[in-house]
């Protein structure tokens, strides 16, 4: 185990960063549910490797990964529910066009 | 260079490339498929982490469950914006901009903390992690309250996602 603990802290952040690049540029609102998905696991990444390298006998880094995990299933499954909802009603999953509460 | 690092820079790149090939790929079938490779990719990153039932969920929540959904989400919603226009919307320079800005300082802001330099201490003899981590959700002097809220989370998100599924169309 001779890999410094920078190295997952900055695969996490290129990571997260992609992901955001994501999030902000993609026209299709699954497109940006993806990109959530890569954000939740660089945050992952980031708990695993402080568990690992800070405090291995007490299980919080973990724990909490675990967690992360449940969010990430319960926000796909709401999240793609919605987006199946508006596409039956509007046709559309473009995130641009399903504007009907945009002021 | 020991074979753990060459493992984890492989591993780190194939995760980057998929991710950019993620948020980049026209069709978003392909951009699910490399969303499967970048997460096996932090599976593998898991494994060498000795964080094994990670690694072991990783696969089978994300790439079994998630990834899985995405696809048929994607199929129940094509002939749309596939390949006919663009999937990058007109903002994408601010994006960009807005990326790297963000990198650049959260990579500054980790190589000035004193410490990231430290290599892993060897795990504590005796230490069953998937054990520990068992004791640990349901120890009420450790994690039992998360665990709770999330099965709470879970369920409510089920309710949700079965009564937004059935909305009568109008």
Redesign the interface.
Known sequence: ???????????S??????????V?????A??I???V??ML?AV??NL??F???LD?????G??????V??????????G??????V???R????A?EIDLMKW | MTGAQILFLVCAGLILGSAVMVVTARNLMHAAFWLIAALFGVAVVYAILQAGFMAMIQVVIYIGAIAIMFIFADMLTRRDVRESRAQIGRNWPVAVLLGLLILAGLTALILAQPGVGRVAPALPSGLDPVAALGKALVSPDAYVLPFEVASVLLLSALVGAVYLAFLKKQ
């Open positions: 185990m001779s890999i410094p603990l920078s190295w997952y802290l900055l695969l952040v290129a990571l997260f960063c992609v992901g955001l690049f994501g902000l540029s993609r026209r299709n699954i497109a549910l993806l990109s998905e890569l696991n992952n990444i695993v490797a568990w690992r390298y291995p006998a007490r299980m919080a973990q724990a909490f990964a675990v967690i995990f449940a969010v990430a299933a319960a926000e796909v499954a709401v793609l529910a919605l987006i199946i909802a596409y039956r009603r046709k559309t999953v473009v641009d």
